[in-house]
Every structure is written in structure tokens, then in C-alpha cells.
């Protein structure tokens, strides 16, 4: 996933506070852009101007009496999430990109929304797996446990050729509604990791990370559907957290895979064990579960 | 009229009168308070920029917190004669009764402190 530096256009477009709101306007118009930052004669940041505050003042008046004083900062290497997240605290439309004490540019909400929307699955709205993974390197490079559950919808291939895609498509929609409501936000990440799989990360033990399985397993077994089916999910856990020596994005990306990876082969030996869910790296078999499928 | 009268008449004659009106241009035209609308072709900084340049040091520029005004710049005598939370709360009353947001208001101000005291024979 793209970083604030990755979409922040070459072209840096600043004003000095003693400039007027006439010349800023003009400078925006010709350039085609929403804001300027504002840099007094010693190279600082003292604020920005927006489109919507030249609108509001008098073209008569400074710069510096119609910009905005409280700028927010984001560095060029944080994530987009930050920056949504920035924004959305102080309702900002903009946020001026800082490389230590320097200026290197502005990132608008709408290029943010745009690029972060690439991440979202458009039949459930859930995350895409790649969230997760960015979500897991940020939690293990805080030296924070995680443990990742991995969900797989028993027999839906079945269920998609005996009743059709679009009622297989209302399942899946259903289902990531019912896992969504088992999670809390700003602590959990859910994910449709592909197909009829999703996934979890959540900075829990691995533990809770088994009881939050259960609940999820349970919900969905119990939703009354509309077809005369039973909807089953295999779960797997894993978890974990950054030993000595990992120093790198890359290294815990590496780890956040190797999580992934083992709840997902868990999921797949719940299946074939008939149990609902299993922990990686473990010999623990969990009660077995009802029949499954179509009924009758 | 014929066309041969209208031809024959005398050109109108054209006067011009010029009033001069001169007097002491005042450093700085602020005098004694200026009200700064939040929509004025000036704001606050400019304001600023404008008694520093001429005035330096003798002016006060205070950020306000009101539907209309944005800043007040006062001239620091006036505040050793009047406290600031006696004087300006009512200069902004009265600025506020004939002003808008896109007007700069220039007031001028006269305090005068009366005295009376008696003493013990």
C-alpha cells in the first residue's frame, strides 16, 4: 500500500503571508490546485490557504489575516490510514507533508479517500487483506502481540452451484455483517481476505483471539438464512509477536505473513477435522461441531 | 428654432470651480482604535504591519472572539489611562451598534478621569 509520500505530486506551490488573497487565488487558479502553503522569509510554516478561504475574505486582505494558523503535519513515510485518520479528527481537508522542518508538499482527502478505496471490497465493504497486513506491521513494530483468525465458509462452493452466485453473494454479505458486528473498531482489523475466506487481526492473546473465533463461528451458525441452508465456518488462529533482529518493514511483513499463513492451514485442518476452530501449533482438538450444508 | 438660428448660437460657456480642502494628515490614521471587521479588506496583520511601520511600539492589537470584529488595535496610552476590560468591552458595544463584518471602524476617544476628593482639616 501506497505511503502519503507516494501521493504527493512533484510540484510544491507556496505564498509568503505578506502576499495578498488576490495573488493567492490566482496563483491556485493557474496552478489548478485547492491550497498553497504559507512560508514566511525564513523558509517556516505559518500556515495554509485554502480555496474556501479566499472564497470567505476580502481579495484586499493578506495572506496572512485569511489562512488557517493551525496547520497539521504528517510525515511523507506514514500511512494513508494516519492521514485519513488525521483528517477526520480536525476535519481537514488537507494536510501539509513535513520532512523534518521542511515543506515537501500537500495530500488532499479526496487523493487519500481515492487510493484508500482500492482497499475496500466492493461486495461487503470489508477491508482487503492487504489492510491486514499493513495493519499487523504497525502493531508488531510497537512490539504489540497479535493474533490473526482466519475464517473459511465451509462447502460454499457447493452452495454457489446448487442455489447460484447471487444468493452465494447475499451469504457472503451477510456473513461479513455478522463478523463485522463481533469486532471493535479501532482495535480489530477484519478483512475479506478472498473468495469466501476473511480474516482477523486483533492485538489480543491468542487466548481471546480463540473465544472472539468461537463467538464469530457461533453467530453465523446460528443466522436463520433465507435458502434452507446451514452456514458453517472453519476458523484458524495464530499468533504472535517481533523477536530480537526483526528490525525491518520488511521482516515483520515477512512475520504478519507467516501468521497468516498458519491460521489459514489451521482453518483448512478444522475442516478436515470437523472441528470449528483450531490453533495453529497446537494439539488441541475443540468439540466437534453439528452437520453442516444443505439441509434436506 | 430654425436649423440656421441653432447654427448661429454661442458656444455654452464651461466654468470650473475648484475646492481645496487641506489639512495635517495624521501619522498613523488609526488614531486612537481601530474595530477590524472579520470580513474587511484588512485584517488583523495588516493592521499590524501598518501602526509597526508607522507607529512602532504604540499600538496593541487584540484578538477577539466576536461575531463581527476579529481584532481591535488600540493605542497603548489609552490603556494606562483606562483598563483594557473597562474601555474596550465598550467600544465594541457602540462599534457593534453601527458596524459589519466587511467594515473597518476607526474611533476616536477621549477619556478624561475626574477627581474629587476631600481631606481631613
Not at chain 1, 494513508?80 to 501539509?96: C, D, F, G, I, Q
Not at chain 1, 457447493?158 to 451477510?174: A, E, P, S, T
Not at chain 1, 475479506?192 to 492473546?205: I, K, N
Amino acid at each position: 500500500m501506497p505511503t502519503v509520500e507516494d501521493l504527493l505530486s512533484t510540484a510544491l506551490y507556496t505564498i509568503e503571508p505578506w502576499a495578498s488573497v488576490r495573488r493567492a487565488g490566482a496563483v491556485m487558479e493557474y496552478h489548478g490546485i485547492g491550497s498553497l502553503a504559507v512560508i514566511d522569509e525564513e523558509g517556516k510554516l505559518v500556515g495554509i490557504i485554502t480555496s474556501r478561504d479566499i472564497k470567505g475574505s476580502h481579495p484586499n486582505r493578506l495572506v496572512a489575516d485569511a489562512m488557517s494558523r493551525q496547520v497539521i503535519t504528517i510525515n511523507p513515510s506514514a500511512s494513508l490510514w494516519e492521514a485519513h485518520h488525521l483528517m477526520v479528527t480536525h476535519n481537514l481537508e488537507r494536510l501539509v507533508v513535513m520532512e523534518g522542518q521542511q515543506v515537501i508538499g500537500i495530500i488532499t482527502g479526496t487523493k487519500v479517500m481515492a487510493e484508500l478505496g482500492k482497499y475496500v471490497d466492493s461486495l461487503t465493504n470489508l477491508h482487503k487483506a492487504e489492510i491486514l497486513y499493513e495493519r499487523a506491521v504497525q502493531l508488531l513494530t510497537k512490539g504489540c502481540e497479535i493474533s490473526v483468525i482466519f475464517l473459511d465458509l465451509d462447502d460454499f462452493g457447493r452452495l454457489n452451484k446448487q442455489y447460484g452466485h447471487v444468493h452465494g453473494d447475499h451469504i457472503l454479505v451477510r456473513t461479513a455483517q455478522i463478523l463485522k458486528g463481533l469486532t471493535v473498531e479501532g482495535r480489530d482489523t477484519l478483512c475479506r481476505y478472498g473468495g469466501d475466506e476473511f480474516a482477523v487481526l486483533t492485538p489480543q492473546s491468542l487466548a481471546a483471539a480463540e473465544g472472539l473465533a468461537r463467538e464469530m463461528v457461533k453467530a453465523v451458525q446460528g443466522e436463520k438464512w433465507s435458502l434452507p441452508i446451514h452456514i458453517t465456518l472453519s476458523a484458524g488462529i495464530a499468533g504472535g509477536r517481533r523477536v530480537d533482529g526483526m528490525d525491518t518493514v520488511r521482516d515483520l511483513k515477512e512475520l504478519a505473513e507467516k501468521l497468516v499463513n498458519q491460521a489459514s492451514l489451521a482453518s483448512t485442518t478444522a475442516k478436515r477435522l470437523k472441528v470449528p476452530v483450531m490453533v495453529a501449533n497446537t494439539d488441541r482438538l475443540p468439540e466437534r461441531r453439528p452437520p453442516t450444508g444443505v439441509e434436506g | 428654432m430654425t436649423p440656421r438660428e441653432i447654427l448661429s448660437s454661442p458656444e455654452p460657456s464651461r466654468k470650473a470651480e475648484l475646492v481645496i480642502k487641506l489639512s495635517e494628515f495624521e501619522i498613523p490614521p488609526t488614531q486612537d482604535i481601530l474595530l477590524v471587521g472579520r470580513k474587511a479588506p484588512i485584517g488583523p496583520e495588516a493592521a499590524r504591519r501598518m501602526v509597526d511601520a508607522v507607529s512602532p511600539e504604540q499600538y496593541e492589537i487584540i484578538s477577539l472572539d466576536h461575531e463581527i470584529f476579529e481584532a481591535i488595535v488600540v493605542k497603548k496610552s489609552l490603556l494606562t489611562l483606562l483598563p483594557k476590560d473597562k474601555l474596550l468591552p465598550v467600544v465594541i458595544e457602540e462599534g457593534n451598534r453601527i458596524a459589519d463584518a466587511n467594515m473597518v471602524i476607526k474611533a476616536q476617544v477621549n477619556i478624561s478621569v475626574q477627581v474629587s476628593r476631600t481631606v481631613d482639616l
